[in-house]
């Protein structure tokens, strides 16, 4: 018996503590017309360490919002939070922030402040949680700040047709930040769409980046992050990312940016990394690639874009496997003559060969780099005699006898029929 | 003027041989839409059959058509009537009903499965090609009274406009290629009516290539509305310069 009671007041001083937890968790504050507190600046003044502040919906023109203490503020019914123009509207100096539910409004451009919707200056675990951001500069800045999380915002700016790279700021914009996970925000009409700088070991996953003046996703210095299910559309020129190693892009959308200097994909000096089931779509040129080694690139959709990939000769040790490539005006142009980069088992359209042992793979090799890209490549004015009959004569009499095409760009197993990654996993277990 | 016409449309009706044309297009036309199940990829393969065949099958049947009915056109001018409006009615005879068949043969499966604005400039592109090489064919027909020679010149201006005139201007722009060349290309590619055709419906086609380097360019100048009514002008200019100068030889020389 004595055992038992001794059970019992364990359990019952475990209920009593369970009970007081959230008084433990800290108090609310809310805000509203009628509430105790009418600004959000007077609440978060006055909150102490684990408070929560509730602000209810209406308009608020405040703006200089400083957060220097761990608090959690929520919005509720739509809050809006209106800058009026007059500079930065919340900026974090404190840990374990959690900022949810808010819409936030109004900054101006400015050339010597960087001025954001949310700001956050050194500091972790901080969390932005489904907030709407509306013409703002910059809309979400982290700076020196790790183990973040940024979900569920949506980051809208101006129509950026006609403006100047300068005059804008970006909608997420990272820099010297570790450990963050970016999903399912959805930006526009910034200068970058999400851009990093000097951000390691993070994960950006099912955002959409579309119509922002510059790249959708702009990174360079940011090594191991996983990219997947992301959407990049109609942007300035697309996808930059440079200067890293040790990156995974899997299962992402880059489509429809067009322009005289516009990519799906750049990569300028990428190592070690995996390119994976990713789409592209009407995109001037699918993937420019320069000074990259290493890549894996595999199981991709290359559909109607102008080129799918364009391999500057810098680039080496770069395989191509089981890509489909599919209407695209030219499949792979080189300035040169790049050397140990491997394409194999990829479906070509224009692929002519046939197979007489009936194991799906063609028995001629194919070459991928036509005579006629490769005099666009030099004279660029000649893209306007583009499906003339002479150009498809050349092409034909280079195929027979190559001569000017670099040699050792070639697949010698090219598939017979487009690759369908849902039905034939059979086919590509086999040829794997 | 009517009754020429009238008689002469008779004539290439009974031949056959245009009636085999209209087939010919219709069955390469569905087929290939039927093929490859995506409408911009059959009219992609319709453009290089406009470009390459439509010129040809158009200036050699009308270069043998003129100097078979040789002696009609003979019996003709011997009554009071223009040797104009009997040259006029001969060259709408053949060029009408040659684009007749065109239009059937290309412009019904078009309409029927990729009705768009390309297949529009596909179709326009192709009659304009079809007047423009008839003319040519009128043209060769009249420089010379023997008639291998003017098949041997028609054969020639097919394949100098088809094939070589790409040839000789890549060449040059390989040659200059430090120079910038682009307003040089566009001027070039107005000397050649095939050429011409050929980007009036390519800018409609391979967008997102010509959205690169130059092509952008290109784009700006040649995209708009503006310009292709001019490219459809300068096509126009290109009927009228062989047959006004063609008419011009027939009705002076000595027959």
Known sequence: MRDLSKHTTFILATLVLLLLAPLAYGSTLRVCESCEYTSIRQAVAKAKPGDTVLIDGGVYQEHGIEINKPITIVGRNNPVIDGNFKGQIVTVTADNVTIEGLTIKNIATSYTRDDAAIRVIERSNIRILNNTIQKTYFGIYLQNSENCVIKGNTVIGQDVTGLNESALGNAIHLWYCDNTVISNNRVEGHRDGIYLEFVKDSEIKDNLSQANQRYGLHFMFSDRNVYTHNIFRKNGAGVAVMYTKGIRMEHNTFEGN??????????????????????????TTGIYMESSSR??????????????????????????????????????????????????????????????????????????????????EQVPPSVMFMRSFMVDLMDNIEKVLPSFIPENLVDEQPMMRKIDYDNDRKLTQVVR | MNKILKYVFYDIIRNKIVLAYTLFLLLLSIGLFNLGGNPDKAILSLLNLVLLTVPLISIVFATTHFYNSYEFMELLVAQPINRKKIFLSEYLGVAGSLSGAFVLGVGMPVLLFGAS??????????????FIFVAMAFLASVITRDKAKGIGIALLLWFYFALIYDGIVLFILYTFSDYPLENATLALTALNPVDLGRIIVLLNLDVSALMGYTGALYKSILGSLWSVVLAFGLLLLWVLVPFVSSRRIFSRRDL
Not at chain 1, 258 to 280: C, D, M, P, Q
Not at chain 1, 319 to 336: A, H, K
Not at chain 1, 346 to 373: A, C, E, M, Q
Request: proline residues 2%.
């Open chain 2, 117 to 130: 604005l390309t297949g529009l400039y596909l179709l326009l592109t192709g009659i304009f090609i079809t």
């Open chain 1, 295 to 376: 890549l894996d690139i595999k199981q991709n959709e290359f559909d109607r874009n102008g080129w799918a990939i364009r391999l500057l000769s810098s680039c080496i040790q770069d395989t191509f496997r089981l890509n489909n490539f599919t209407g695209n005006s030219f499949d792979v142009s080189t300035n040169g003559n790049p050397t140990m980069n491997l394409f194999e088992h990829n479906y070509w359209d224009k692929y002519s060969g046939y197979d007489l042992d009936k194991d799906r793979i063609g028995d001629v090799p194919y070459r991928p780099v036509s005579l006629y890209s490769m005099l666009v």
């Open chain 1, 258 to 283: 067009w322009g005289a200097a516009a990519y799906g994909l750049l990569l300028k000096e990428i190592s070690n990394s995996v390119i994976r089931n990713n789409t592209f779509r009407r995109n």
